[in-house]
């Protein structure tokens, strides 16, 4: 019987961070950054909305869709955005 080994990418929060603020006019902020010129919300929010999932805002940054503009990112990128968020709760 073959084993086989998945390596599933443990999410990087520092790198979600820097990810997240190295994307032009992301919009969003943290409390402590003061003005945002958008109606995007906060990180914070986000992370404490019902129902939020790391996979599921991953999923999102993926196949983003209303005003958010498409980031191109990777699903590595994307997962360590979501973990960062996630712990702004």
């Known amino acids: 019987m073959k ?3 998945i ?3 443990v999410p ?3 790198a979600g961070a ?6 032009p006019r992301q919009g969003h902020r943290e409390p402590r950054e003061g003005r945002c010129y958008s109606d995007a919300p ?3 929010e986000i ?3 019902p129902g939020f999932t790391e996979s599921g805002i991953t999923t999102f940054l993926l196949d983003p869709h209303g005003k958010m503009p498409n980031m191109d990112l990777s ?3 994307a997962a360590d955005i979501a973990a960062y968020i996630s712990r702004q709760r």
């Open 7 to 9: 390596l599933e990418h």
């Open 3 to 5: 084993l086989l080994h």
């Open 75 to 77: 699903r590595t990128e």
């Open 47 to 49: 992370a404490k909305r």
């Open 42 to 44: 906060p990180f914070e």
């Open 18 to 23: 820097r990810n997240s603020t190295e994307q």
């Open 12 to 14: 990087d929060v520092e």
